[in-house]
């Protein structure tokens, strides 16, 4: 709120460039795609050596797996911001406390590795909730998702 209010201040017209909806979703990409650089510099770093993963028993799917855990967290950034935002904007403590618990139970799920099944599967589950929670805080209906998938207007 204090960030709408400095930039309405700072408008000419006295109005938010800015909806909250539009703040959670450069919010939560920032912070994906801060997460997902910072990811793969690890990655590339243990590319790097002083010994390749992969070698002597370890699995080959690595680099593979990371980079799908990559994609995934970026994605599930923009989800929890935008329900980090309606929660916060609606004081629904619960939709905040659901998005911590969701990334403890993601960031958690990587202690399965490197039996990758067991972190993979269980994040891209998170995602697809949490994909569903933000389109339907966001405004989004079953009938918008019928019409885009029969290209009607």
Not at 94 to 99: C, F, R, T
Request: charged share 10%; proline share 3%.
């Amino acid at each position: 709120r204090k960030a709408i209010e400095g930039l309405v201040a700072l408008s000419e017209d006295g109005c938010s460039p800015i909806s909250i909806q539009q703040m959670a979703y450069v919010a939560g990409v920032g912070f994906g795609l801060m997460s997902g650089a910072f990811s793969m510099i690890n990655l590339l770093a243990d590319a790097l050596g002083p010994g390749t993963v992969g070698i002597h028993g370890d699995s080959q799917l690595y680099f593979l797996t990371s980079a799908f855990m990559t994609m995934v967290l970026i994605f599930l950034h923009t989800f929890w911001g935008i329900i980090f935002f309606h929660g916060c904007e609606h004081r629904r403590w619960w939709e905040i406390a659901a998005v911590v618990v969701m990334h403890l139970a993601v960031s958690g799920s990587t202690f399965c590795n490197p039996l990758y099944v067991g972190s993979l599967v269980p994040s891209y589950l998170m995602m697809a909730i949490a994909a569903i929670w933000a389109y339907l805080l966001s405004g989004g209906s079953a009938q918008n998702v019928r019409r885009f998938l029969l290209c009607k207007s």
